[in-house]
């Protein structure tokens, strides 16, 4: 899988520590589709942010943003 890591750290809103931490976000390419032959035109670039405290990821696709 085609994975870009810009690895920017940010402060963020954490659901599981309940108060602002610092995440790493980066961009990746994600394959949405299990069907093969569309498979091209169905990756979705998603904004994957970690929380460096506690490691909850959460991803945004940037699409519909
Ligand atoms: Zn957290």
New binding site residues.
């Given amino acids: 899988m085609a994975t870009t890591n810009d690895g920017v750290d940010m402060s963020e809103a ?1 659901a ?2 309940g108060r602002d ?1 610092p995440h790493t976000v980066s961009v990746q390419i994600q394959t949405e589709s299990s069907k093969t032959e569309n498979a091209e035109f169905s990756r979705e670039p998603y904004r994957v942010s970690e ?1 460096r ?2 490691g ?1 990821t959460t991803s945004t696709r940037m699409n519909n943003a």
Avoid: A, H, M, S
Wanted: hydrophobic content about 10%; overall charge negative.
């Fill in positions: 954490c599981d520590c931490t929380c405290v506690c909850e």
